[in-house]
């Protein structure tokens, strides 16, 4: 490392100029093209800013006070820049398959221009919007063309497109950007990560028959906000490589990589599992460990059931703060007038109690007391492995990390024990993917044994007329997804 940073001191002393002190700590090392993407491309993301004080980098490198230093760029995460490790760049460059021009709109150092490369790709193009990274990835691969622009802007169809793209959360982006991406894409929904919209950005830009290879994050798998990417891969195009869900050096994100041929003929995923038994799941989720015959097993479920939908009030619960104010203002640690028992998921299940000035008219999604006062289910929303549920009779008005179950004509321990059921939680996992996020119709959708409302309250495996080989397999998920 110390080669490249020494080029990068010297430049930018010298010009003060961020572009040119990326390129020469690139060049400092350019006869090894991994160091160039690992070390420049470190230092591309870096600021260059004076050092107030005498600032040591390595054991041999001090930074003198006044000169300009590597600082970390505080604007990183909001560009999602980082770069990705050899092994995992070459996975995702051989998902693309082979041939003609591959494309990274998101190039940043080079990671997947130089695994392309070494691949023995025909062409090579790369583009970001980092005039640093770029500098940095013409040195690792000298015969690629290269340019600044926007991966989200439409362009020129290619053969490949490979990508690790941006990971932007929802709280980082935009209103205004967020509100163009939801018009270009309407399937895109709730708090979509950046990564997602520029993926279906990266999609659009392969021609008919072409590969796309991903970086993926592991949310794209399995959240509600790509369901609609995923099935349009199903539905149209061919899902060739499938996972697993690693985690990505160095940043706290799981990530998978993805291959898709564009324009199928669609088929099956990489694990057997047929496109239309993934589309028919309201979630269409795309599982690496989900195996032929999970889908069979939610319609054995569903044929000797009702969802629960049928049979209950399901709702999310109150969300306290108003437009005059956070839901500080409006909770308590004691009771007043005017004030309801109140717990969020975390308080509810510690068996801690708060009090909310329930003012309807002025809260958001107030909800309404029928959902509170009355013999309930509450049930934790965000969790894995198994649900988390229990029975509350004194009223509590739960919030919004809660959903709420109101049984019409069952009892609610005999919902809160279908619900925690580890047979429950295994076909939760087919249907949603290992992260559960129970709303409301996730919760409806669930398949409740008819033969339970007729009093028989046998254990659901014979309630939902599973084999032994199906009643294990959904064992086996709930247990996974425990230790996940
Ligand atoms: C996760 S990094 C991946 C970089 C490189 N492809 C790799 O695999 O190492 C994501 C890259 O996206 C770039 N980026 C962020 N928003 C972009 C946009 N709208 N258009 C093009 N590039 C963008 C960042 O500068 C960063 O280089």
Redesign the pocket.
Known sequence: MSRAIRAWLHEAARSGDAVAAARAAAEAVAADPWAV?REA?ALA?CHLVPTPTDRRLTPEITVPAGAPWPAPHPGRAA??????PPEL?RR?VAAAGQGGVTL??????????LAAHEAGADEIW?????PA?LAVAAVAVPRARLGL?????PGAAVDRV???????AAELQSRASRAALRERWPWLSGRFD?SVA?IAAASERVRRGGGLGI?APASLLTEPYAAGLRARWLATDRVTTLGPVERFPGVAARVAVVGVIVGGPPGPVPSGIGAEDLLALRGVPLDPAARPGDAAILRTAAARSIPLGDLAVIDTGVVSHGPDGGKASRLFDLPGPGRVPYADARGFFAGERRWLAYEPKRMHRAKSPALFEVPKVVVQRIGRGLVRAAVDREGVYVGHTCTVVVPREIAPELVCRFLTDPLTAGLLQIAHGSRLDLYPHDVADLPFPRSWLEGAASPLEAAWGLDRAQSRRLAALALAGRLK
């Open positions: 993407v491309g993301r560009k999602g820049a980082w770069d990705t760049a995702a990274d709109p998101a190039c940043g150092s080079g990671a997947l221009l790369g583009t970001d919007l980092d990274a622009a926007d991966a989200l802007a490979v990508i690790n793209p941006p990971f932007v950046l520029v970086v």
